[in-house]
């Protein structure tokens, strides 16, 4: 059993494995956005924070003079995304995903919850959008939320269970690397906002 | 030990054990909040959810063809607020804070990170603010985050502890009790939009 991301539980520092430090090879989407979240809410740019990982807590301990301890415990299915804040004036809402794959997306990364919950907040003038990262070429793109819906809805009418890379080179956004921050994935939610204020 | 939050762990059935059934009375303000939001989001109205209890993870077991049990974990100090949405095209950030007192709201509710994270969002152009519920007369305001931090401010300055239940009253919007939502909470915060807007 896995994280409800997909994720095996594993620590920051086992991540971070790679021998190369090649731009941030081994590192996770999540670390790698999550810094850049850092840099972004240092600079007074955007808050934008990681939801923590929803659990159903089942039997709890309550030790004298320590901490309560939670002794069983399971991991539930998000009902919504994993990242929200303000930017711009602006509600952002996304999702951050990792594939193995060299060509294309597979759809299966996301749940119905996920995308119905970026409908809603995109129908009330929030800006949705995943963050894709390829990790065997480290390639990182932003795909607004129109754009990933159009996919969605091929999926559920003639079956085609991913993207392929050209369609997402065609219609996100590439994020090049850089040091402050990691991933200014930022820059392409603002074309995104001076698109959508048109 | 206690919740981050200063409840103990309890089910909702527990909570509800007020045998009258006066209004809301005996069910907590975060289920109230919650029935309210659920209301708001089936009316297209506005998107908020409470983000998830922030825990830290020590032990998980993997058992074969069954979910994963957290067997070891810890209950974390919020970095945030606990309540973060969408509504009339505004990024929304918020708290909800319950006291046993009658003439006063103790500050102490407050961490100083989630004054801090307020603060970020607010100066973004969030609309931020808490909501206060007076558990003994069943009386919810929402106080906006200016208010807030003046009182914020002034304890800092001369140790006044709490915001006294006539500043409340005055800075504050009462919020009426209703049938749906439960709680609406959201037509003193267009109230506080329209005012920011000006």
């Known amino acids: ?51 923590p990982t929803p659990i159903q807590i089942v039997n709890v301990d309550y030790p004298k003079r320590s901490a309560a301890i939670i002794k069983e415990a399971y991991f539930k299915k998000a009902s919504t995304t994993d990242y929200n804040g303000i930017y711009l004036g602006r509600y952002i ?5 990792e594939t193995k794959q060299l060509n294309s997306f597979p759809l299966n990364n ?9 409908q809603q907040c995109y129908d009330l003038g929030g800006i949705c959008f995943t963050i894709i990262k390829f990790t065997k070429t480290d390639e990182v793109y ?20 991913s993207i392929s890379k050209s369609e997402i080179e065609h219609n996100g956004y590439k994020i090049k690397y850089n040091l402050n921050p990691l991933i200014p994935y ?13």
């Open 142 to 161: 932003v795909l607004n939320f129109p754009d990933l819906f159009k996919y969605w809805k091929r999926k559920e009418e003639n079956g085609k269970k």
């Open 1 to 51: 059993m896995k994280y409800p991301n997909g994720k095996q539980f594993t620590s920051a520092l086992e991540k971070k494995k790679s021998t190369i430090n090649h731009g941030s090879r081994g590192m996770s989407l999540e670390n790698e956005i999550n810094q850049s979240n850092q840099y972004y809410l240092s600079r007074g740019i955007a808050v934008v924070h990681k939801k």
């Open 93 to 97: 809402d996304f999702d951050a995903k």
């Open 110 to 118: 996301f749940h119905q919850h996920q995308i119905k919950h970026m």
């Open 186 to 198: 930022l820059e392409a939610v603002k074309t995104i906002i001076d698109h959508t204020n048109i």
